[in-house]
């Protein structure tokens, strides 16, 4: 008889147990996660009434596997560009939980009498919702297209590379057992520059190697290497000091962005959830009930904590980013709960030996908890909402809502804004590119050549030139390469005044320049001569070839743009654009309860055949069509003799109670997707001293041609006219409301 190995025994107890359990759950409607746990405290060794594993250690290798797909595949799901959609309203709700709970569990930690490890991580482990919890109540509840849904959403975005930038510091304190702030800022310094850099180059490269090999790619081969990619970029992680966790981020989050990221997603996701199944698993391993019992107290006021004191820190983030107090209620009580990022955070701890066991089944029991809670919670939020405005005095009301009302007279962003913006992307991402540059010459190559070469005389040039050479077209880039935005023409022609300020940015540009040539020349090579010889040749040749390089770098900044535009401008021709994950739309008018909801034209729905004008839904209903998506076919802001036709996937504009009202006259299934699109702008445009547009009606502006858009409502004072005749005059502070093509909308703010 053959011997078998314990693994192999061991991995059969564990998925047989763990399905027969997950079916149980699935049974129930419970989360799956929560079933892998219960099942690996079933065949742990803390529990002798059934069969437990034996070879735990090689259990736990299978699980650390299980984390890293587990974050590849939350890369995949992420994407950088995601992020930049997500929009100031989510940002600053999340930023405000993060950092109070974050703060609150350390403290309630230390009252508990922890040691300052296990309360970090405790703050840590709270930091974080469950996307697959919050996910699956609103499947449940029927509350997916209601607006304040759209910020959880984009919360959850943000808390999920915070998270990810947290266990970094985490780990790295507990490493160094240092708590100085220098050494944070440190590490913070040093992980925005890997992460940019890594983005930056992994952007440039992996999408344009997928294309190469599209034609020779199949399933088998797209498996091997996105996993090849994934631990490839673990590696390098672990190499520069950071968790394989960011790494496994990273590489998900740059493939992406390539138009083979569902593919990718779709192929991996059979072996990620068998590895992951086994992390689950070995989480509930390490559960010891009598430590549960034990920890029942602090189980009970860890549970409050996260309960009341991440309901509250997102209400009042919320609240602080100019959400009406409902929405910011709805969205407090929709965040209350932790998930699977507090046991990875806790499995951090554990492998670096700095905190105690007991922290899991805090964790674990917590989550428990809060996940059956949730449901409940979401639903009685708005009952909730009713009950405080009957408890809060008016006058309290009546401020919070005019202060979310004067969030949305912000105005548009001005000139000066946008051209420093395009000056800041400009010197951080070529410093970045040339301080990479600079660390591989230094690390690496004059190493390499000072052991290789006897001459000095040689190696002294080559100290020179080759540096040099490498980082001139990104030197050329941060000293001479202008915004490409309109905005720095509108300045410089528009006022003399503009000319002084715009002369000093280049001035500084320039000297900074030269201050980094005289870095690097310092740096590698060691006469005198080089900064009187070099550094004015280098200066010289960067003005008299400027054109050249200037073709170079714009074959270079090409090509990172198309890759990182080539899956969206994919989803559009391909027709799988989505609007329900477009946080950015969806926030900007959140005081009106705006938003944009994508349904689909049933074949034999009443309305097939009719006209919008024969429809009258703007009249009756109050809502807005802002485009039919018919096949292949995009039709922006269609007029009033447009026809619907069966599986048009129409955008309507409406409040949540506008929405409810209409639904059933619509009759359709709700489409909704995380996918977002990029080219479509609920944005306002400001009617200020310089607008030409002022003065005008509606129709004589031409705001409608020049967006490709619908104006659905103007801000005038204290007056909001929604649905504005096209007679309607445009007068001076005017908010104009347009949804349309977001590049077109941003041109015109510009102009105007």
């Known amino acids: 008889m053959g011997h078998l190995p314990k693994l192999i025994e061991d991995l059969a107890l564990i998925l047989i147990v763990a399905a027969f359990v997950v079916l149980i759950f699935r049974r129930i409607k419970q989360p799956l996660v929560l079933g892998y746990i219960i099942a690996g405290f079933l065949v742990s060794p803390n529990l002798n009434i059934f069969p437990s594993v034996v070879d735990s250690a090689n259990i736990k290798t299978l699980a650390e596997?299980?984390?890293?797909?587990?974050?590849?595949?939350?890369?995949?799901?992420?994407?950088?560009?995601?992020?930049?959609?997500?929009?100031?309203?989510?940002?600053?709700?999340?930023?405000?939980?993060?950092?109070?709970?974050?703060?609150?569990?350390?403290?309630?930690?230390?009252?508990?009498?922890?040691?300052?490890?296990?309360?970090?991580?405790?703050?840590?482990m709270l930091a974080s919702s469950s996307t697959t919890i919050i996910i699956r109540a609103f499947d449940e509840l029927g509350v997916k297209t209601k607006n304040f849904a759209k910020t959880v959403f984009g919360v959850l975005v943000v808390e999920d590379i915070v998270v990810i930038l947290l266990m970094v510091l985490l780990s790295t304190i507990a490493v160094t057992k240092e708590f100085e702030g220098t050494q944070i800022l440190f590490t913070v310094g040093k992980l925005l520059f890997f992460l940019i850099l890594w983005f930056l180059l992994g952007i440039f490269?992996?999408?344009?190697?997928?294309?190469?090999?599209?034609?020779?790619?199949?399933?088998?081969?797209?498996?091997?290497?996105?996993?090849?990619?994934?631990?490839?970029?673990?590696?390098?992680?672990?190499?520069?000091?950071?968790?394989?966790?960011?790494?496994?981020?990273?590489?998900?989050?740059?493939?992406?962005?390539?138009?083979?990221a569902e593919k990718v997603e779709h192929t991996l996701k059979s072996v990620k959830d068998l590895f992951a199944a086994v992390f689950f698993v070995s989480v509930g391993m390490m559960i010891d009930y009598s430590a549960m019992i034990t920890y029942a107290w602090p189980i009970f006021i860890v549970t409050l904590l996260t309960l009341f004191g991440k309901m509250f820190s997102s209400a009042l983030g919320a609240v602080i980013s100019g959400q009406p107090l409902k929405q910011s209620v709805q969205v407090g009580m929709s965040m209350a709960q932790i998930g699977e990022f507090a046991f990875i955070v806790a499995t951090l701890g554990l492998s670096l030996g700095v905190i105690s066991d007991f922290l899991f089944p805090v964790a674990v029991g917590v989550s428990a908890i809060t996940t059956f809670t949730t449901p409940y919670l979401i639903k009685f939020s708005e009952p909730f909402y009713?009950?405080?405005?009957?408890?809060?005095?008016?006058?309290?009301?009546?401020?919070?809502?005019?202060?979310?009302?004067?969030?949305?007279?912000?105005?548009?962003?001005?000139?000066?804004?946008?051209?420093?913006?395009?000056?800041?992307?400009?010197?951080?991402?070529?410093?970045?590119?040339?301080?990479?540059?600079?660390?591989?010459?230094?690390?690496?190559?004059?190493?390499?050549?000072?052991?290789?070469?006897?001459?000095?005389?040689?190696?002294?040039?080559?100290?020179?030139?080759?540096?040099?050479?490498?980082?001139?077209?990104?030197?050329?880039?941060l000293m001479v390469k202008r915004p490409s935005s309109g905005a720095y023409k509108e300045l410089w022609t528009k006022t003399k005044y503009n000319r002084g300020p715009l002369l000093i940015l280049e001035i500084f540009r320039i000297v900074l320049g030269i201050a980094i040539l005289g870095f690097f020349l310092d740096r590698f090579a060691s006469t005198t001569i080089s900064f009187f010889i070099t550094i004015p040749v280098a200066v010289v040749l960067i003005f008299i070839f400027s054109k050249r390089i200037n073709k170079f770098y714009d074959r270079i900044e090409k090509r990172f743009i198309t890759n990182l535009n080539d899956r969206t401008v994919n989803t559009q021709k391909e027709a799988m654009t989505r609007l329900a994950g477009n946080s950015e739309v969806t926030q900007n008018l959140a005081a009106w309860d705006v938003h944009i909801v994508?349904?689909?034209?049933?074949?034999?729905?009443?309305?097939?055949?009719?006209?919008?004008?024969?429809?009258?839904?703007?009249?009756?209903?109050?809502?807005?069509?802002?485009?039919i998506k018919r096949g292949k076919k995009l039709i922006h802001t269609p007029d009033r003799n447009q026809v619907l036709?069966?599986?048009?996937?129409?955008?309507?504009?409406?409040?949540?109670?506008?929405?409810?009202?209409?639904?059933?006259?619509?009759?359709?299934?709700?489409?909704?997707?995380?996918?977002?699109?990029?080219?479509?702008?609920?944005?306002?445009?400001?009617?200020?001293?310089?607008s030409k547009k002022k003065g005008l009606t509606i129709r004589e502006s031409g705001i409608r041609d020049k967006t490709d858009g619908l104006v659905i409502a103007i801000r005038r004072g204290d007056e909001r006219i929604l649905n504005p005749e096209s007679s309607e005059i445009l007068q001076l502070d005017d908010i104009v409301w347009v949804v349309g093509n977001r590049k077109k909308i941003e041109k015109l703010n510009v102009e105007i």
């Not at 989510?90 to 009252?111: D, L, N, P, Q, R």
């Not at 804004?417 to 591989?440: D, H």
């Not at 309507?652 to 977002?676: C, G, H, L």
Request: with cysteine.
């Open 598 to 627: 994508e349904l689909e034209v049933k074949p034999l729905a009443e309305y097939v055949g009719k006209t919008l004008v024969e429809l009258q839904w703007r009249e009756q209903y109050g809502i807005n069509i802002g485009y």
């Open 386 to 477: 009713q009950w405080l405005v009957k408890v809060i005095p008016p006058k309290y009301i009546a401020r919070i809502n005019q202060y979310s009302s004067n969030t949305q007279n912000i105005q548009a962003e001005s000139a000066w804004k946008n051209i420093l913006k395009n000056y800041a992307r400009i010197i951080v991402i070529n410093g970045i590119i040339i301080l990479a540059i600079y660390l591989m010459f230094s690390r690496f190559l004059i190493p390499a050549i000072n052991e290789t070469l006897d001459s000095n005389d040689i190696k002294n040039i080559i100290g020179n030139a080759l540096p040099v050479l490498f980082i001139l077209p990104f030197l050329w880039a």
């Open 205 to 260: 490269l992996v999408p344009t190697l997928l294309k190469k090999i599209k034609n020779l790619v199949d399933d088998e081969i797209l498996l091997v290497l996105s996993i090849g990619l994934c631990l490839g970029m673990v590696l390098i992680a672990v190499n520069v000091g950071f968790s394989a966790e960011l790494g496994a981020f990273v590489m998900g989050s740059i493939i992406a962005e390539t138009t083979m």
């Open 65 to 124: 596997i299980g984390v890293i797909f587990l974050l590849f595949s939350l890369g995949l799901e992420f994407s950088f560009k995601k992020l930049m959609n997500v929009g100031g309203s989510a940002s600053i709700t999340a930023f405000t939980e993060i950092i109070f709970i974050t703060i609150a569990g350390y403290y309630t930690g230390k009252m508990l009498g922890w040691s300052t490890m296990d309360s970090l991580f405790l703050g840590g």
């Open 645 to 690: 036709m069966p599986y048009d996937r129409v955008g309507i504009i409406a409040t949540d109670d506008q929405f409810q009202v209409f639904k059933p006259v619509f009759d359709s299934e709700e489409i909704v997707e995380e996918e977002n699109i990029n080219h479509i702008k609920l944005g306002k445009i400001l009617i200020n001293h310089h």
